[in-house]
């Protein structure tokens, strides 16, 4: 269950990514088995870009990582509706 924040996956992701997602970001770079209930695909800013080289260069990891080619995954919000 996310209800906020950020999650960076360099790698690949399991089926149902994103179940019961309230809120939050995950970035994905690799592949996707499957979105969850309420996970869907949204573009990728610049602003994220931006976001994601500084996070990696901190943790000291994905120095030749092509962050734009990442897939960013939100709430659809779906859940929320009546």
């Known amino acids: 269950m996310m209800q906020r924040g950020r999650i960076i996956i360099l ?12 809120d939050g970001t995950i970035f994905i770079g690799g592949k996707i088995g499957s979105f969850g209930s ?6 990728m800013t610049k602003s994220d870009i931006d976001w994601l080289k500084r996070k990696l260069k901190v943790a000291e990891l994905g120095e030749n990582f092509d ?7 939100v709430a ?5 509706e009546l």
Request: charge should be neutral.
């Open 11 to 22: 790698g690949d992701a399991g089926i149902n990514l994103g179940d019961s997602m309230y």
């Open 38 to 43: 309420d996970a869907v695909e949204s573009p």
């Open 67 to 73: 962050v734009s080619k990442m897939t960013k995954v």
């Open 76 to 80: 659809g919000k779906k859940t929320l």
